[in-house]
């Protein structure tokens, strides 16, 4: 059962990749594109977050055991991967602790997913991109302006609207969102300067996916507790589980998949603002799950408070955002 739910999520994913490389033998500017790649690595991202919730509202919370079930799936992508990529050596060392880091930055993941409402999670990523554009600052030679300052104290008015109006959100939780920024922000470096060290895209993702994958997969089993808590999960789990967790696992791989484009196309300081509309997109999302399939409906507050609250204060993100690409 596992294996056949692994190849029907991941079919529509390599058909894609395939197509893809297609298309860049042929010749295709794909560079003149980087505002679809961060599109749709939105789409899949916004995807991934929503079945995500799902999974931690109705079936485990244990962000150990989450993360490696699905290293289960993503390790049988990276194996159909392998033949199509080399060795980087001075890149590998680089690489492999930015996927560490990032790995531990998907345990507070799950733990801020089973706190909040998903789309008021997204709050992480404005954090995240101003984090970014610091970097692309010191590391990348983009610029940084008074404008863009104006911009990050713009984000962090959004975030206290958030904060102060919103309920069943507390500090400790919006700590987590800021943890969870500085945690991505080193993989999402290290990615663009393997890029612009003229790493191959493909390449470049299969190594730093492969170094987090392996990690989600063999870690928990270093730890007796949670190799029992596995052993027990593995018996109980049902077929809704297999398949939702197949699904998140190959919208998250497009989502990696286009922002590898993306970075590599554009600056990363303007890909960050696209990547932005995201909380519009998951809260969109999330209600039409909830409207489709309310018993499995991801945790998300929709009364009319909530949302407009949410709305509101994303909006000052966004504007944010905007400032901080200036």
Known sequence: MGESGFGFFLLP?????????FLEIWGVDWCAMWLLYALLMVLGWS??????????????????????????????????LSPLVVLEPAWMPLLAVGAVIAYFGDLVFF?????????????????LAVLLGIAGFFLFGESWTLTQALAALCILAGIIILSYWHRHITP?????????????????????????????????????????????????????????????????VDFTFVW???????????????AAHAFAAGPISLIAVVGNVQPFL??????????IAPLYASRELLDWQSVRVKLVSFCVVFVGMMLLAV
């Open 47 to 80: 995807l991934a977050i929503v079945f995500d919730s799902l999974l931690v509202r109705h079936y485990e919370k244990n962000p150990f055991i989450l993360m490696w079930t699905q290293s289960c799936f993503s390790m049988l992508f990276l194996v159909y």
């Open 111 to 127: 733990l801020a997913i089973d706190r909040m409402d998903a789309s008021v999670f997204n709050i992480a990523w404005a954090i």
């Open 172 to 236: 400790a939780a919006f700590g987590l969102l800021v943890l969870l920024a500085f945690l991505y922000a080193p993989g999402n470096v290290v990615q663009k300067m393997a890029l612009n060290g003229g790493v191959p895209l493909l390449t470049m993702m299969f190594w730093f996916l492969l170094f987090r994958e392996c990690t989600s997969f063999t870690f928990p089993w270093c730890m007796p507790r949670f190799r029992r808590l596995m052993a027990h999960f593995i018996v109980k």
């Open 13 to 21: 994913l390599i058909l894609l990749s395939q197509r893809i490389l």
């Open 282 to 291: 998951v809260l969109f999302l999330a209600w039409v799950l909830f409207r």
């Open 244 to 258: 939702i967790t197949g699904f998140v696992v190959a919208t998250y791989f497009l989502g990696v998949f286009f």
